[in-house]
């Protein structure tokens, strides 16, 4: 297993997630961009009319600026014949990334887990 990543159970929450520890992982904004938008020469204009929302909300999820929510999941599954947990798997990991690190984390860690 590489060294780069950090596993996180919850036995109660259904298994494990591979996290990157030295860098964020990828925005799924980015990976818009980089793995559909430029390869299919599809502007952020076109994508916001074919999956029929605003083009500030493409761009502002391209620019990592907003997240994707499981309606625009739905959507972009829809057109680019990916699935919808494709696109939330990668918010979610970019979220849980984040409040690792967030000044809250420290807090986070002095709860004391309940003995089940």
Known sequence: MSK???ITEHPRAGGSTRLPTQRPPTHPGELL???????????????AERIGVSFPRVNEIVNGKRGVTPDTALRLSRLLGTTPEFWLNGQR?????HAM????????????????
């Open 33 to 47: 961009r980089r793995e559909f938008l430029d390869p299919l020469e599809i502007t952020q204009t076109e994508l």
């Open 93 to 97: 990991n970019w979220d849980l990334w």
């Open 101 to 116: 690190r967030s000044p809250a984390a420290a807090d986070i860690e002095d709860i004391r887990p309940i003995a089940v």
């Open 4 to 6: 780069s990543r950090t």
